[in-house]
């Protein structure tokens, strides 16, 4: 196994360069000062060229083949090996200056979407966004010509791999379907209920104090990992070194709370990869809508249900006193309100799917030629009336600039979200099955069992296995949208 072992020496150097690099990309959104944002960008682009000539250097293409013909992989191992071959192919196939020029543009469009969002900029921010697309549409044409995919397709296969528009679209179509009458009938149901709004300011120290007390409950392992402030919640570093971040309002402490359960849940999927294969592809999950899949489950599952809310409380109360909003049922109540809203983080569970598939079709006509940047505004502005009842025309802030992928160049992004919605919910519905006391541990703030059961089946078994082989695994089934349908009818009709 001598080519291999070579191999793996130079992706656990790759990977380490990796972490290098995301906590320079996590210092950049929590840390950094305003003034070093030209310097920082160049760093980073110096530091994505390096890694690039590294990886495509054409003796590791010799490696790969001849590591192919070698004796003696595990399963592990082979695994490893056709992720290898797999990052280099498609690395191969983009030129070192177009890394550089693609990482240097998604940085200073970034810093330049931070203060245009708050300016409502469109005008000013899309020289900024055009530089981006155009450089993302030259590496993904490189990209789709080496794996023989269209262009959309390829830039799925970065964050959602083994998905692509066929699939995606027939899962999307029945949700459009689905949705909006759901939509309605929750919306007619929660009219005739009352709710208590809680009663702010709330300390920002405060409303910290409560998110790391939920992320103690939750296992978070604070020696290896912290949480800190950001334009954007995010979760980034490493297995031994995650960083968290969430954002504050001082009047509503619900917005960031979830932020960090949701966060949490990332986190956990991270700390909870097989040490042994931390360095190698293998040992690290590309697949962005199986890690949706996890923070998606912890908060929505888990730290939605009325079994949360029923740990939640005292906590609640030690922090910010007694007020009539604080009881467990009314905290409930607020967490899953069905409300048309403009911003995609802040939506209930049952309207953020179409928020995805808005983003969606914008992205394919995209990348199909139908449509062209400056139509965005126009064509959000319709497809959220259309789907949510919603307009935004003339406020870009809350529209086409409120997420942060597009500006550093996540183009493909969303349907992970909606993928991995649908996922956690079919993974949970087997987790109930094998463990239907769970729920009664979750209202006393025992989640063990739960962050146990992921750690054992999904945590663990990192990139294995691709997505649906894993899903079937755990399972016994494909993904089927059904489990996600049942849920929302179940807590909310």
């Not at 196939?93 to 998604?106: D, G, H, Y």
């Not at 040490?275 to 998606?296: K, T």
């Not at 942060?404 to 956690?424: D, E, I, K, N, Q």
């Amino acid at each position: 196994m001598k080519s291999y072992l070579k191999l793996k020496e130079l992706f656990k150097q790759l990977s380490q360069l990796h972490y290098t690099q995301r906590i320079m990309q996590w210092d950049e959104a929590v840390m950094m000062p305003e003034g070093a944002a030209e310097t920082r960008a160049q760093a980073m682009a110096t530091l994505s060229g390096l890694t690039q000539k590294m990886l495509v250097n054409k003796k590791n293409q010799t490696l790969i083949a001849a590591a192919k013909q070698e004796q003696g992989l595990s399963a592990w191992d082979s695994a490893n090996l056709a992720w290898m071959e797999h990052k280099y192919t498609v690395a191969a196939c983009i030129p070192v200056k177009l890394t550089e020029k693609l990482t240097t543009a998604s940085m200073n469009c970034e810093q330049a979407w931070r203060k245009m969002r708050a300016q409502n900029n469109w005008k000013q921010f899309l020289p900024h966004f055009n530089k981006v697309f155009k450089l993302v549409k030259e590496t993904t044409k490189r990209r789709a010509d080496v794996l023989q995919l269209s262009p959309y397709d390829a830039l799925l296969d970065q964050y959602a791999p083994g998905f692509n528009q066929k699939k995606i679209d027939a899962i999307f179509a029945d949700l459009k379907q689905t949705m909006p009458a759901l939509v309605q009938q929750a919306k007619n149901k929660q009219s005739k209920e009352q709710v208590a709004l809680p009663a702010g300011p709330f300390a920002m120290e405060l409303q910290k104090e409560l998110g790391l007390t939920v992320m103690h409950a939750l296992q978070f392992d604070f020696n290896q990992g912290r949480l800190d402030v950001s334009h954007h919640p995010f979760c980034s570093g490493g297995p031994t070194d995650v960083r968290m971040t969430t954002r504050y309002q001082k009047d509503d402490f619900h917005s960031a709370l979830l932020g960090i359960c949701h966060e949490t849940g990332h986190a956990l999927y991270e700390q909870g990869l097989p040490r042994e294969w931390i360095d190698q592809p293998v040992g690290v999950v590309d697949s962005m809508a199986m890690h949706e899949s996890q923070s998606l489950l912890i908060e929505m599952q888990l730290c939605r249900s009325p079994e949360f809310y029923h740990y939640l409380l005292p906590e609640v109360k030690n922090k910010f006193g007694e007020q009539e909003a604080f009881t467990a049922d009314n905290l409930y109540q607020l967490a899953i309100r069905v409300k048309p809203n403009l911003i995609r983080v802040e939506a209930d569970e049952v309207t953020y799917p179409l928020h995805i598939i808005l983003r969606y079709e914008l992205e394919k006509a995209l990348f199909n030629d139908e449509i062209t940047l400056k139509d965005l505004p126009t064509r959000w502005d319709e497809l959220m009336r259309s789907y949510l009842g919603l307009s935004t025309k003339g406020n870009d802030k809350d529209g086409v600039m409120q997420d942060v992928h597009w500006p550093s160049g996540a183009f493909g992004y969303f349907p992970a979200y909606t993928l991995g919605r649908l996922m956690a919910a079919q993974f949970f519905a087997t987790f109930l099955r094998q463990n239907p006391q769970f729920f009664a541990e979750a209202a006393k703030g025992n989640f063990s069992g739960l962050v146990n059961w992921l750690h054992k089946n999904i945590h663990s078994q990192a990139s294995v296995l691709p997505t649906e082989d894993l899903l079937k695994k755990v399972t016994g089934e494909s993904l089927n949208s059904k489990y996600f349908l049942d849920h929302i009818k179940q807590r909310y009709l």
